[in-house]
């Protein structure tokens, strides 16, 4: 690990875009917010740059990272596009959506950024901090989620201040973000196949496209070599343990819970934070990295979760729990 730095935090604004472009170009690390979580962005051409992302988060290294770009025509530099790729983008791009495509010949994306493989994820986020960086800098930006790896996902300034402070240069403050959880990643190198589900459900993806998407092989599964992001069983996990789908709290346990009617015991619990009062999947999904979060900071045995549906974001929120959960 280099020496720790000093992590200058910005409001969003004219300058602070400007900042954040020099200091990109300068091969710096800089956090901005996407619509999705913030990012942990870096120069995608820079190795180097790179190499001090995966630094920065202590990140497996065979774990591709996400270029980002401003729009359609810079993605196409970058990869080839089939037509149900196309479709893709036409329809949610700017947006949550990831497409993992073959790499272009001449990428100038650094290797290091797709761990060695001939494709690439790519994608068009639309939050406007996002684009305006991504447009003042003109090349692609790898931009994993601005934490070290395996904790918690941020989804403001503070949360990534808490991870990265002394680890990057600059911090870019637009606000909280508003889908909470990370980009959908579908895979056009055959027939599309999901490989993380996100902030654009499948519905709409199968609807987009017209049909089903494919089921994923055992060779885009695996652990030790995973075609996209988040995909490693252990991930996006808090320290303290998780108990998913309880029926009761028990004393020494905070409650992450879902919907008006709190589980048997709750009263038990060290802290109670619900990720939707109301029941709905897109509000948990926009709390759900921050109050896993809180929740980790109180010390507690474990975090007993309630039950959440596996409609539309759901599969994204319990996708994110079972990783959280999964044995370390």
């Known amino acids: 690990m280099t020496a720790p730095l000093v992590t200058r935090v910005s409001k969003a604004d004219g300058a602070a875009i400007a900042d954040a472009v020099r200091c990109l170009a300068a091969g710096g690390l800089v956090a901005f917010p996407t619509e999705t979580v913030y990012g942990l962005?870096?120069?995608?051409?820079?190795?180097?740059?790179v190499a001090r992302?995966?630094?920065?988060?202590?990140?497996?290294?065979?774990?591709p990272l996400i270029s980002?770009?401003?729009?359609?025509?810079?993605?196409?530099a970058l990869a080839r596009f089939s037509a149900d790729a196309e479709r893709l983008a036409e329809a949610f791009w700017p947006g949550p959506l990831t497409l993992v495509l073959p790499k272009v010949a001449g990428c100038p994306v650094a290797?290091?950024?797709?761990?060695?493989?001939?494709?690439?994820?790519?994608?068009?986020?639309?939050?406007?901090?996002?684009?305006?960086?991504?447009?003042?800098?003109d090349k692609p930006v790898v931009a994993p989620s601005a934490n070290r790896s395996g904790q918690v996902s941020p989804t403001t300034a503070a949360h990534v201040l808490a991870d990265l402070g002394g680890r990057i240069e600059l911090i870019i403050d637009g606000g909280a973000t508003p889908v909470g959880v990370e980009s959908t990643v579908i895979a056009c190198l055959d027939e599309p196949t999901m490989l993380r589900p996100g902030g654009v459900p499948r519905e709409a993806i199968e609807r987009?496209?017209?049909?089903?998407?494919?089921?994923?092989?055992?060779?885009?599964?695996?652990?030790?070599?995973?075609?996209?992001?988040?995909?490693?069983?252990?991930h996006y996990a808090p320290r303290t343990p998780l108990r998913l789908d309880v029926r009761d709290v028990a004393v020494g346990e905070c409650l992450l819970a879902f919907g008006p009617n709190l589980v048997p015991g709750s009263e038990r619990a060290m802290r109670v934070l619900n990720l939707s009062r109301r029941g709905d999947v897109i509000e948990a999904a926009a709390n759900l990295f921050s109050h896993l979060r809180a929740l980790d900071g109180e010390g507690a045995n474990t975090i007993a979760v309630m039950p959440v549906p596996h409609d539309g974001l759901g599969e994204a929120i319990n996708d994110r729990l079972l990783r959280a959960a999964a044995p370390r």
Do not use: C, W
């Open 208 to 234: 987009a496209l017209g049909k089903p998407l494919a089921q994923p092989s055992a060779e885009t599964a695996v652990d030790d070599a995973p075609l996209a992001p988040g995909m490693l069983a252990s």
């Open 53 to 63: 992302v995966y630094e920065a988060k202590g990140r497996p290294a065979f774990n």
């Open 111 to 137: 290797d290091l950024a797709t761990a060695g493989l001939d494709s690439i994820a790519v994608r068009v986020p639309s939050h406007v901090v996002a684009r305006a960086i991504l447009a003042g800098f």
């Open 68 to 76: 980002h770009v401003v729009d359609l025509g810079a993605a196409r």
């Open 41 to 49: 962005g870096a120069d995608a051409t820079n190795g180097q740059a």
